[in-house]
């Protein structure tokens, strides 16, 4: 009995949890040892019979998954260390050079400017948190916020405050649009399994989406009042260099499309790419080779380290600078995200997905609130909003289509999109991009952007109930 106990995937999850905020808020450890400390104590708790169920049920053979759970802790750790490096590694070391960039060459500051003229200041968080929402649902949700920062640091000293506004503001919108409105990965996958026509699917999330974004900035913004965050001195964007660019003169700064290129490039090329693929089924190979996610970046890059260089008259010794700083600074946010990136993946090879659906299998309760509850669990337990999603809609797919429903199973879809934005923490690694990338500390990204997300998921599953009963759409 006490062996089953220890090899429980719950308490493994908790012996997990307790090691790394224990180390990070406790022992003051640096965040990337604490992750990888708790990465190996989660896989040497982990049985090997747990991994081959684990691995089976990702669909590979009987020897593969006797291969892999025979491996060495440490192998484990770095092969998934590795997939999440693979995955964002160079998307951040090309958004830090294009952030920081943008920043030197002014682009951000004009781009900051000619937006103030269009909204005023007071409406300039409502245009990030709307930006984000609607440049986040063909572009993922770290890619947004990779591009936004930037823009959010030039504001902030611009206004002279509101910095922890903004920088939710690009959260709230990047992040539920992320997960409610395809073609994104998450609910493309949702959709499939649920039998949800995309367009439908792409509708019902905009319009959930719009309802939570607006929840969410009425947090951000009582957030802000309350615990008011400066701006912070960095490596890679000085204050000092901030402010001179806001005393320039307009007419030594980029012009506005020119300023706009390093975000516009990508942002068009993904969203070409991923439309074509979804209503065409079929790729352009033009867009298929510069739409993918780590070319459109490197252009972006590219074009923003030709703008600082026109800026900066050829001086070779500048750009060698700026790209030095940005790629310094994006070393360390890549080690901590791959970090929390091998950590998640040691949690799910406990079967801690299994271990969940198992418990809520039997759970007599609602189907849309039941979706939204088992969402959340797994999000919390393993990190990944995807992952989250695609577990849930595997154990509610069978349910949702063979009961007789009184309303469209669109909104189990929609219950599961919402519940997999609780909770994130420590072992998410778009928890890390957030809190490095903003200069906020672990204690206040766990206190302003995880509630954050909470409160817009729970917003989203009040209204997804009533527009259900309202509107069956059967």
Not at 444 to 471: D, N, Q, R
Request: net charge positive; with cysteine.
């Amino acid at each position: 009995m006490i062996e089953n106990l220890v090899n429980d995937p719950l308490s493994i999850l908790a012996v997990g949890i307790l090691v790394v905020v224990g180390g990070i808020i406790g022992l003051r450890l640096h965040a990337f040892l604490a992750l990888l400390l708790g990465a190996f104590v989660v896989a040497i708790l982990t049985p090997e019979a747990a991994i081959i169920l684990y691995a089976t049920g990702k669909g590979a053979s009987l020897g593969a998954a006797q291969n892999l759970a025979s491996q060495k802790e440490g192998i484990r750790i770095a092969t998934e260390f590795g997939n999440t490096c693979g995955k964002i590694g160079i998307l951040i070391a090309m958004a830090s050079i294009i952030g920081k960039t943008m920043l030197e060459s002014g682009a951000a500051e004009k781009i900051v400017r000619s937006t103030l003229k269009v909204t005023g200041i007071g409406n300039a968080p409502i245009t990030f948190l709307g930006s984000s929402f609607f440049i986040g649902i063909p572009v993922f949700f770290d890619t947004v916020f990779y591009l936004m920062v930037p823009l959010a640091k030039a504001m902030a000293m611009r206004i002279g405050k509101n910095y922890l506004l903004l920088i939710l503001c690009i959260t709230a919108g990047a992040a539920m649009a992320n997960s409610l409105v395809p073609p994104t990965p998450g609910p493309l996958f949702l959709i499939s399994e649920m039998n949800i026509p995309i367009g439908m699917m792409m509708v019902g999330g905009t319009l959930v989406g719009l309802v939570t974004i607006v929840a969410g900035y009425f947090y951000a913004a009582w957030a802000n009042k309350k615990w008011p965050i400066p701006l912070r001195d960095s490596a890679d964007a000085p204050l000092e260099q901030i402010r001179e660019l806001s005393n320039k003169d307009e007419k030594s700064l980029p012009s506005f499309w020119s300023s706009l290129l390093p975000i516009f490039i990508p942002i068009v090329l993904i969203s070409a790419n991923a439309f074509f693929k979804t209503f065409n089924n079929e790729a352009i190979w033009v867009l298929d080779f510069f739409g993918e996610k780590n070319m459109a970046l490197a252009l972006g890059a590219l074009s923003s380290l030709i703008l600082l260089a026109i800026q900066k008259k050829g001086d070779k010794k500048g750009l060698t600078s700026s790209v030095q700083t940005a790629l310094m600074s994006a070393g360390v946010i890549i080690l901590i995200t791959s970090a929390g990136g091998a950590f998640g993946a040691m949690l799910q090879q406990t079967g801690i997905s299994l271990r969940i659906g198992e418990l809520t299998k039997d759970y007599q309760m609602a189907l849309i609130p039941l979706a939204f509850l088992i969402t959340a669990v797994v999000r919390t337990a393993q990190g990944s909003a995807t992952v989250a999603m695609i577990t849930a809609s595997g154990i509610l797919a069978g349910m949702a289509t063979t009961i007789s429903l009184e309303y469209h199973q669109l909104y189990i879809g929609l219950a599961i999109a919402c519940g997999s934005k609780l909770i994130p923490w420590m072992n998410d690694s778009g928890f890390w991009i957030v809190c490095k990338m903003s200069n906020l500390t672990e204690k206040e990204a766990l206190k302003t952007f995880s509630p954050l997300l909470m409160i817009m998921g729970i917003v989203g599953l009040i209204v997804i109930l009533i527009a259900a009963s309202i509107f069956p759409l059967v």
